[in-house]
């Protein structure tokens, strides 16, 4: 028999490590496998995209950090469309989708009324909700230096 028991010892370990551990997780820049991206489009006009902004750092930021599992947001605009993009990521899908409807209703109002208040609009909702949908992140490439 080559190699004996140390080879014998050293490939059982390396079934273990692998067997144990998911390979998603194993792979260098793949995100966690429970991991999901929460995704908004809003009507954002050019004139509101200021007050969109503090409207969100007012309302949405403050609460979002206090959640359990939030990973972080990203608030983007595309001019040619008019639209506020969120990207909201959460560390799993249970820790999003289980936040009580009333909690959410409550963040909201608050959004509603700062950005009311900033537009000087009597709009219901000065920014309305376009689409929402939920991303599986499969992969990120992040360059070093940049983070």
């Known amino acids: 028999m080559r190699g004996g028991l140390p080879t014998l010892v050293a490939s059982v370990c390396l079934v273990l490590l692998l067997v144990a551990s998911p390979l998603q997780a194993a792979v260098p820049g793949s995100p ?12 954002v006009p050019a004139a509101g995209r200021a007050a969109w902004l503090e409207a969100e750092r007012l309302s949405w930021e403050p609460w979002l950090r206090g959640r359990p599992g939030f990973m972080g947001r990203e608030l983007l605009w595309d001019p040619d469309r008019l639209e506020g993009v969120l990207l909201i990521r959460w560390r799993t899908r249970q820790a999003w989708k ?18 009311r208040d900033l537009l000087h609009s009597d709009a219901t909702s000065p920014f309305p909700l376009l689409h929402s949908s939920e991303l599986l992140p499969l992969a990120r490439t992040e360059c070093p230096g940049t983070a």
Not at 32 to 43: D, F, Q, T
């Open 32 to 43: 966690a496998p429970a991991e999901v991206v929460e995704v908004l489009r809003l009507k």
């Open 98 to 115: 289980t936040i009580p409807q009333a909690e959410i209703d409550a963040v909201q109002e608050r959004f509603d009324r700062i950005a």
